[in-house]
T-cell receptor, first 114, second 112 residues
Framework: ETGVTQTPRHLVMGMTNKKSLKCEQH?????MYWYKQSAKKPLELMFV???????ENNSVPSRFSPECPNSSHLFLHLHTLQPEDSALYLC?????????????FGPGTRLTVL | GDSVTQMEGPVTLSEEAFLTINCTYT??????LFWYVQYPGEGLQLLLK?????DKGSNKGFEATYRKETTSFHLEKGSVQVSDSAVYFC???????????FGAGTRLFVKA
C-alpha cells in the first residue's frame, strides 16, 4: 500500500469520448503530479500542483486538463484524445518541493484510445 | 541540460548472481539521487536515495553510492532473487523546481 490510489485502473475510450482519471493521496502531502509512461520512452512529467496551485505545465496538449480541488485529490480530464495518447498515467505525491523529497506513486491508469 | 543516463536493458541474470545497473548524471547544481523500482502492474516506489556526495543509500540488499567525482550512482546487489525482476529507474531531484529527472529505466529479469 503506497498511500496513493488511482481510479480507474484500466480505461478504453474512443477519440470522441470524455473521461476523467482520479488520484487520491492519503499521506498529507502538499504536492501532486501527473506523469505519462509510454513504452520505450522516459517518464514524462505533465503537471505539478503545490497546495492546489498548478506550478508546472510541461507543454501538454489542451486535450488534457488537470484539476486539483484540494491537496488530497487530483483529476485528469480527457477529451478528444488521439491513439498516441495511449499509455500508463501515473499520479504521484511528495511532501513538498525539497530536493530530498521522495515521490510516492499510485499504481497508474492504463489508458487505451481507439 | 540536466539528464540521467542508465544502461540499456533488459538485463537477464540467474538467481544469486551479482547485479550492477549503471547510472550517470549531468547536473548544473547539487541534486539528490534516487533509485526507484517498478514491479509489474504497479507504480514506481522508492528503493533508496542519497542526498550528498559519498552518501550510500541501501535497502533490501541493494546499495548505491553518490559519486560526485564520476557523476555516478550505480545500483548493486550481491545476490539477486526472482522477486527482484522489475524495472529500475535512476533519478535526480533539485530543490524548488518540483522536477525529478528520471532515466529511461532498466528492465531486470532474474531466472530461477
Amino acid at each position: 500500500e503506497t498511500g496513493v490510489t488511482q481510479t480507474p485502473r484500466h480505461l478504453v475510450m474512443g477519440m470522441t469520448n470524455k473521461k476523467s482519471l482520479k488520484c487520491e493521496q492519503h499521506l498529507g502531502h502538499n504536492a501532486m503530479y501527473w506523469y505519462k509512461q509510454s513504452a520505450k520512452k522516459p517518464l514524462e512529467l505533465m503537471f505539478v500542483y503545490s497546495l492546489e496551485e498548478r506550478v508546472e505545465n510541461n507543454s501538454v496538449p489542451s486535450r488534457f486538463s488537470p484539476e486539483c480541488p484540494n491537496s488530497s485529490h487530483l483529476f485528469l480530464h480527457l477529451h478528444t484524445l488521439q491513439p498516441e495518447d495511449s499509455a500508463l498515467y501515473l499520479c504521484a505525491s511528495s511532501q513538498d518541493q525539497g530536493r530530498t523529497d521522495t515521490q510516492y506513486f499510485g499504481p497508474g491508469t492504463r489508458l487505451t484510445v481507439l | 541540460g540536466d539528464s540521467v543516463t542508465q544502461m540499456e536493458g533488459p538485463v537477464t541474470l540467474s538467481e544469486e548472481a551479482f547485479l550492477t545497473i549503471n547510472c550517470t548524471y549531468t547536473a548544473t547544481g547539487y541534486p539528490s539521487l534516487f533509485w526507484y523500482v517498478q514491479y509489474p502492474g504497479e507504480g514506481l516506489q522508492l528503493l533508496l536515495k542519497a542526498t550528498k556526495a559519498d552518501d550510500k543509500g541501501s535497502n533490501k540488499g541493494f546499495e548505491a553510492t553518490y559519486r560526485k567525482e564520476t557523476t555516478s550512482f550505480h545500483l548493486e546487489k550481491g545476490s539477486v532473487q526472482v522477486s527482484d525482476s522489475a524495472v529500475y529507474f535512476c533519478a535526480l531531484r533539485y530543490t524548488g523546481g518540483f522536477k525529478t529527472i528520471f532515466g529511461a529505466g532498466t528492465r531486470l529479469f532474474v531466472k530461477a
